[in-house]
């Protein structure tokens, strides 16, 4: 079953724009990661928060984690085109890694 | 660091025939390799996991032999998906954990294998 979903499931901004991405999950994590896929392409792994950490930034991404609401969310800012891609919400709760249904981000430059 | 490889990276088969799939990891020692199958504009869905030198975990709905998988060394993976048909076109994702040490819960991902069968 589908640990995540991911909402929204697409969205398009414009370059320069803050893009953010909501993910929820149903059962207790270890950690969650967010993963990028450009079109038809493997994953590139961005973050990492452990299920003890409320928020993680890595450049220009901020991941905050929710544990009491289950949710987490992605925020890229200062968006450019080449943040063009599907990003994917990861759930780790044993050795499995569940994925969530994805947002599609369009930045329109 | 941390590179996996997939080969090849694209194959057209003819119905009943079988398509064999590798998965490297090139710089890192992998215990533990995964395999995902992703069909068009929706997200990953873990097909088995698998252990150097062990059989491997197949998640419930799939077909352990129709999907073949061998985990022969510690930087190798295979996917035999045997007697393909139309059904089994997917993009074929593999990923793969480090041995020990280091960031063990990331993994890392191939490029991908797009699998069509006429």
């Known amino acids: 079953s589908q640990q995540g979903e991911e909402d929204p499931q697409a969205l398009s901004i414009q370059e320069g724009e803050n893009a953010t991405m909501n993910c929820s999950y149903k059962?207790?994590?270890?950690?969650l990661q967010w993963y990028r896929q450009n079109s038809g392409r493997g994953l590139v792994h961005l973050i990492l928060?452990?299920?003890?950490?409320r928020e993680k930034h890595s450049g220009r991404l901020r991941v905050t984690l929710d544990t009491s609401k289950k949710s987490s969310s992605l925020l890229i800012t200062a968006s450019r085109a080449a943040d063009t891609a599907s990003y994917f919400c990861?759930?780790?709760?044993?050795?499995?890694?569940?994925f969530g249904t994805g947002t599609r981000l369009t930045i329109i430059p | 660091g941390a590179v996996v490889s997939q080969h090849p990276s694209r194959v057209i088969c003819k119905s009943g025939t079988s398509v064999k799939i590798e998965c490297r990891s090139l710089?890192?020692?992998?215990?533990?390799m995964f395999w995902y199958r992703q069909f068009p504009k929706k997200s990953l869905m873990l097909m088995a996991t698998?252990?150097?030198?062990?059989?491997?975990?197949?998640e419930q709905g799939v077909e352990k032999d129709k999907f073949l998988i061998n985990h022969a060394s510690l930087t190798l993976s295979t996917l035999t998906v045997t007697s393909a048909h139309p059904e089994d076109s997917s993009f074929y994702i593999c990923?793969?954990?480090?041995?020990?040490?280091?960031?063990?819960?990331?993994?890392?991902f191939g490029p991908g294998t797009r699998l069509t069968v006429l």
């Open positions: 928060i452990r299920s003890n950490e």
């Open positions: 990923s793969a954990k480090s041995l020990a040490g280091w960031d063990t819960d990331t993994q890392y």
């Open positions: 710089d890192f020692q992998a215990t533990t």
């Open positions: 059962t207790s994590i270890n950690n």
């Open positions: 990861a759930t780790r709760g044993n050795e499995k890694l569940t």
């Open positions: 698998s252990n150097e030198g062990s059989k491997a975990t197949y």
